[in-house]
T-cell receptor, first 119, second 109 residues
């Protein structure tokens, strides 16, 4: 089974330039997540999709960040314009809910991430 | 707002020893926790899942959950240099995961 695929792996841009990241989740996973991870920190959720619907985008800086998940499969995350503080690793994850009696098990599988450097 | 706290480390242990990683969480109602391992420059990978009080064992790994103390731990027996990584404690009872900042483990030969 192929894992979560992200591209590009690395991106270096100048501030004020636009940038886009792409993610292909694991087949059959209806939930897709975008995270940002700063050095020495845990991942922070930016947006969560259930199929093609964004159900949690409360942490997404909407003035410069946008995301889409057309057809409920692949997703893109865009930053326009990028700022120096956006330098981080952007992780995509996907999951499929497993109901086990009283417990809902939601294992998220992560892609390799895109390391963004804004100069 | 839910929080998960971990000591950032590094935690240094000799090869063959038991490594003990801990975290505390703020939401008394939390029931499910994950431990993810993240090698430098790599993405997090799941190593353990626990949702009930007590211990859960998988090979060299044992996860412990103490709901009364709001405390989660991960024990790694017979630590190997290949276990050197950052270990993320994660609260995951809903669709939203709450990550700790991670504890860096160093296993030296």
């Amino acid at each position: 089974e192929a894992g979560v695929v992200q591209s590009p792996r690395y991106k270096i841009i100048e501030k004020k330039q636009p940038v886009a990241f792409w993610c292909n989740p694991i087949s059959g996973h209806n939930t897709l997540y975008w995270y940002r991870q700063n050095l020495g920190q845990g991942p922070e959720l930016l947006i969560r999709y259930e199929n093609e619907e964004a159900v949690d985008d409360s942490q997404l800086p909407k003035d410069r960040f946008s995301a889409e998940r057309l057809k409920g499969v692949d997703s893109t995350l865009k930053i326009q314009p990028a700022e120096l503080g956006d330098s981080a690793v952007y992780l995509c994850a996907s999951s499929r809910r497993e109901d086990r009696g009283r417990t809902v098990k939601n294992i998220q599988y992560f892609g390799a991430g895109t390391r963004l450097s804004v100069l | 707002q839910k929080e998960v706290e971990q000591n950032s480390g590094p935690l240094s242990v000799p090869e063959g020893a038991i490594a003990s990683l801990n975290c505390t969480y703020s939401d008394r109602g939390s029931q499910s926790f994950f431990w993810y391992r993240q090698y430098s420059g790599k993405s997090p990978e799941l190593i353990m899942f626990i949702y009930s009080n007590g211990d859960k064992e998988d090979g060299r790994f044992t996860a412990q959950l103490n709901k009364a103390s709001q405390y989660v731990s991960l024990l790694i027996r017979d630590s190997q240099p290949s276990d050197s990584a950052t270990y993320l404690c994660v609260e995951g009872g809903t669709d939203k995961l709450i990550f700790g900042t991670g504890t860096r483990l160093q296993v030296f030969p």
